[in-house]
């Protein structure tokens, strides 16, 4: 879990249950640097995969059971686009759908649980 100090209650309060359902949960602000660290991650364990910035983030917020909707949202990016890179992404991995995506990504060691 990472909060910052001064974090609005609604962020405190879905922290907690964010943790509490055995998740992880980073601050908005970290984000970026989430995302960074990922890629660097990923070119050292599927280093014939690249992945950008963008779809780590996409597949990062699907892992974490979030809605094309709610993707898009968080990402001010339509729901459409979101469906266009979770579709690319699918095709990348040469996985079969969105599941298997998530699956691909923990197996690999691009993500963690």
């Known amino acids: 879990m990472a909060l910052v100090k001064g974090g609005v209650d609604e962020e405190v309060i879905q922290a907690i249950r964010t943790v509490i359902s055995g998740d992880y949960f980073f601050n908005s602000q970290f984000e970026p640097q989430l995302i960074k660290w990922l890629e660097r991650r990923t070119e050292q364990k599927v280093p014939g995969l690249k992945f950008t910035a963008r779809e780590l983030e ?44 998530i699956q691909f990504v923990y197996k690999n060691g691009i993500f963690t649980q």
């Open 58 to 101: 996409i597949v990062l917020k699907l892992s974490k059971g979030m809605t094309s909707k709610e993707v898009g949202d968080s990402m001010q990016l339509s729901t459409r686009s979101i469906e266009t890179y979770r579709y690319d992404l699918i095709q990348k991995t040469d996985v079969k759908n969105s599941l298997e995506l």
